[in-house]
């Protein structure tokens, strides 16, 4: 873009090292944190003197960590399965409707993801208190799906108004209902939307830490409860190793997702 | 010329737009269910004692307090502050990676995605080794004899200010980027043909043609850092208290739910005013193209 | 007598205070190729999407054979759709695509299977049941789309723009094909157009179609001979409209009152070659053009008004060595001249 102005070599030469400062920054902790993972030891040292699977074992070998990453890949998968449903069938009301309901319908579904978490979890907090469902399982579900909703209706709207409507119509001309036609013709080519929709579904409630510290409890509560908990009271090396696996698959996962985009 | 509708045609229709309302249901009953029945509720907490009794004496006591003031003011420090930031560090970024080639800038912008796709509990635990006392940074502060005493960089609000913009940073950078991917090459070309210098050129061309994404960059930027929590109560460290963390303490510790619930009505007032300023802010924008030099 | 297949009646849609369709009434036969041929934004499209049940009429009647379809919905007509990109399932493949309506119908694998193979040999397709659809070169697509559209033996196919997107050989190719499976199959097929030739070369009737309003409907000699509008005329092809009095008659008579139409290439510019009997206009030359077959003169008559003369190649002895400005005579017989009716200039 501004090869037009090829003089400005300091110029470009500032920009560069500015924009590589701030690259380094966004990159730092995450990076920081795979070293200290395999250190020997229980202090916080950089780089570690000695190298060690401890932490991984720790991590392994707890019972309360265990459970934790059980319930968390649990909450993952059925808010998945719940939210990303629900979210194609609104996206496709909307898409149909067109005009200014869809826009209203947009309006209300996005909500949850412009609501701070900290309102949510306390509101949903006295409505599961009320019914006495505070640390059940199902009340950090409802948190969850509420959350994915709007993150999967931004993956599929958008594909759903690239897509070849008059299919539909062919198929339905053909003798489809509409059952038929969404669960024939729609959803298999929109598959790949889906299957990104799901994952960015699962990874919300993966990574949702605010409703799970209010509702969650006891053998319910989630990965990131424990270690927002961990974290508040000690800094144990433990995090580390589970920080390092936390990244590896999500960037892992990612990067599945990504390169199966484009083949 | 007035047409007659067939009523059976039109009731189809209406039953047609009713079959396709139908589908949106599910999602906005557990909307409805999960996010607008609890913020309701909220509402509805704020006015009743412990005992359940209709009161006002929630309001009473936490407009009256110091704490919710300093909080109110710590939230705003905190919010612009991260929003500053962002603006500083983010323009610039996001004019390196749109002035090279698509592919190279597609594999940069993956690295500059990685925090997003990391749990935030991981970056927030990254931060406290890097920045305690005896964390990277002091002892390579310290060791290169830059400082005397290793500095105080977490558990205060420089911490929490670089954990909130280590999370903004990606999201305010993604609009701001796209919308400065979008200017046509031949523009910039156009302006250097006619003579601008660089420095013009960024100013009079590509910040107003950005100013779309700076602009969305920065609603969400405050949407997210107004509400903030996790980064807040962990590399605050107690000392860092804006209205979420005072909201997670009065109802967890103090237990005094009306309360927690007026605090969470002010954090419900402060979005919807700001809300409300972008909203003009953006009118203001939409107006306010680069005019001709006055003669 | 012959049974009706379709029959519209006033069916009228409006989007806002846009009408696409204008009290719309349209009778055709069974065993029928009608086109439905206008300009983009004429209604025909729409017409044709109100048949298949995707647009709902404000008020109207369909009826296929003697039953009301009005409020069916599409998928319970039966009726045979060709999509304009076809609309072919990229996710099955070309077997997938044609035997999918037989599915629907829950019609046993193994003969579903039998008559999606013989529907495709019929559109020429042996051998490519299992390629993958996004293999398909553009005829094939439509071939495909045809198949699918046919397998499962409708009574009425429609078919919109289907050939649009193919390049020139190809469509002259199908033009033909797709007449040929209509003779064979002998489905009442409605076919959207704005290519007039098309619409010429295929049907058995023109329905011309402007602002959703039928203009005329007629065969396709008489739509283009004989146009009951300026509308059709002008849309049919090069068309003089002449205004009364311009046109002088070469039996000395009286000059016509009426407006009349001449084709461009109904002149000739030797009188010997009309006779007696049609009339003459005179003019100067302003510009004229060789095009291969033929040559067009632009003539300013003495009026001002300006008129196409075309000239076959063959016949144009003379027409390279004139030039711009000489004042000119073009002849045409009376059988070509058309007054059309309530007309003015």
Not at chain 1, 176 to 196: C, D, E, M, T
Not at chain 3, 293 to 312: M, R
Request: one cysteine or more.
């Amino acid at each position: 873009m501004l090869e037009a102005y090829p003089q400005n070599r300091l110029a470009r030469i500032l920009l560069w090292s500015f924009a590589a400062l701030v690259m380094a920054f966004l990159m730092l902790p995450t990076l920081v944190v795979v070293p200290l993972s395999f250190s020997a030891s229980n202090l916080l040292e950089f780089p570690p003197h000695a190298y060690s699977l401890r932490w991984y074992e720790n991590f392994f070998g707890s019972a309360t960590w265990m459970a934790a990453l059980r319930t968390s890949l649990i909450l993952g998968t059925l808010t998945a399965l719940i939210a990303v449903p629900f979210a194609l069938l609104a996206c496709i009301s909307m898409n149909r409707l067109g005009g200014k309901t869809a826009a209203i319908i947009q309006s209300v579904l996005l909500t949850p993801s412009i609501t701070p978490g900290i309102l949510l979890a306390i509101g949903l907090f006295f409505v599961l208190a009320a019914q006495h469902l505070i640390g059940t399982l199902f009340g950090v579900l409802v948190g969850h799906v509420v959350l994915a909703v709007p993150v999967a209706c931004i993956v599929l709207l958008p594909a759903l108004a690239r897509f070849d409507w008059n299919q539909v119509q062919a198929a339905r001309s053909l003798g489809a209902n509409w059952a038929r036609a969404i669960g024939g013709i729609i959803v298999p080519q929109l598959r790949i939307s889906l299957l990104s929709a799901t994952l960015m579904a699962f990874l919300t409630s993966l990574d949702e830490s605010v409703i799970s510290i209010f509702i969650a409890s006891g053998r319910n509560s989630t990965m990131p409860k424990l270690m927002f908990l961990s974290l508040r009271d000690q800094i144990d090396p433990t995090i580390a190793a589970i920080s390092t696996l936390w990244t590896v698959i999500v960037v892992a996962v990612v990067l599945i997702v990504t390169l199966r985009q484009k083949s | 010329m007035t047409v007659v509708r067939d009523p059976a045609l039109a009731a189809d229709a209406r039953r047609e737009r009713r079959f396709f309302l139908s589908l949106s249901l599910p999602a906005l009953f557990i909307v409805g269910l999960a996010a607008i029945l609890p913020i309701l509720w909220i509402i509805r907490q704020s006015f009743l004692t412990t005992a359940g009794e209709y009161t006002v004496g929630n309001y009473q006591k936490v407009l009256s307090s110091g704490l919710t003031w300093s909080a109110l003011v710590t939230t705003l420090e905190l919010s612009l502050g991260t929003l500053a930031a962002c603006i500083l560090l983010g323009t610039p970024l996001a004019l390196a990676l749109a002035s090279v080639r698509p592919r190279v800038a597609n594999v940069l912008m993956a690295f500059v995605m990685l925090p997003l796709w990391t749990s935030i509990l991981v970056r927030t635990y990254g931060w406290l080794v890097l920045l305690r006392r005896d964390g990277l940074i002091n002892a390579a502060l310290t060791g290169s004899g830059l400082t005397a005493e290793p500095l105080p960089l977490v558990y205060n609000f420089t911490g929490t200010l670089i954990g909130m913009v280590h999370y903004m940073l990606p999201l305010f950078l993604l609009p701001v980027y796209a919308a400065m991917r979008d200017i046509d090459p031949n523009l910039i070309r156009a302006a250097a043909s006619m003579g601008a210098t660089l420095r013009q050129v960024i100013r009079t061309v590509i910040l107003p043609l950005s100013a779309g994404g700076i602009f969305s960059g920065s609603i969400i930027v405050l949407i997210y850092a107004i509400g903030f929590f996790i980064t807040p109560a962990v590399l605050g460290g107690g000392k860092v208290n804006p209205l979420s963390t005072r909201i997670e303490r009065t109802l967890s510790t103090f237990q005094d739910w009306g309360s927690a619930s007026v605090l969470g009505i002010l954090l419900l007032v402060l979005m919807a005013l700001i809300g409300v300023m972008l909203l003009a802010a953006r009118r203001l924008v939409a107006q306010n193209t680069v005019e001709a030099p006055h003669a | 007598m012959k049974s009706l297949a379709i029959t519209i009646e006033s069916v009228h849609k409006a989007y806002g205070s846009y009408v696409a369709l204008d009290d719309v009434s349209l009778d055709i036969q069974a065993g029928e190729f009608l086109t439905l041929l206008g300009p983009s934004g004429s209604g025909k499209t729409t017409l044709l999407m109100a048949l298949a049940g995707f647009v709902r009429p404000d008020s109207g009647k369909l009826l296929l054979g003697d039953r009301d379809i009005t409020r069916l919905p599409p998928n319970k007509r039966d009726i045979g759709i060709v999509f304009q990109n076809y609309a072919l399932f990229p996710h099955m493949n070309v077997l997938a695509n044609v035997a999918y309506p037989l599915v629907l119908r829950k019609i046993p694998r193994a003969e579903a299977r039998q008559r999606a193979l013989d529907t495709l040999a019929r559109v020429k397709l042996d051998g490519l049941a299992e390629r993958n659809v996004a293999a398909l070169s553009g005829g094939q697509r439509q071939r495909v789309a045809l198949a699918r559209a046919i397998v499962f033996e409708p009574r009425v196919m429609l078919m919109d723009e289907p050939l649009s997107a193919l390049d020139k050989n190809l469509r002259e190719t199908m033009q033909y094909e797709i007449r040929r499976l209509h003779d064979h199959l002998r489905i009442t097929t409605i076919y959207v157009t704005h290519d007039q030739r098309e619409a010429l070369i295929m049907s058995d009737r023109i329905a011309v179609m402007n602002s959703g309003r039928i203009q005329q409907i007629d065969t396709p000699q008489r739509i283009y001979d004989r146009p009951s509008t300026r509308f059709v005329a002008e849309f049919m092809g090069e068309a003089n409209i002449v205004a009364p009095g311009s046109a002088r008659r070469i039996d000395g008579a009286e000059p016509s009152r009426e407006t009349l139409m001449i084709r461009a290439e109904s002149f000739h510019l030797d009188a010997k070659l009309v006779g007696g009997n049609g009339v003459a206009l005179e003019g100067i030359l302003r510009a004229k053009a060789f095009r291969g077959e033929n040559w067009l003169l632009t003539l300013a008559l003495d009026g001002g008004q300006e008129v196409l003369v075309c000239i076959p190649a063959a016949l144009a002895g003379g027409c390279a060595e004139l030039a711009a400005g000489q004042r000119m005579t073009a002849y045409a017989p009376a059988a070509k001249v058309h007054a059309i009716p309530g007309a003015t200039a």
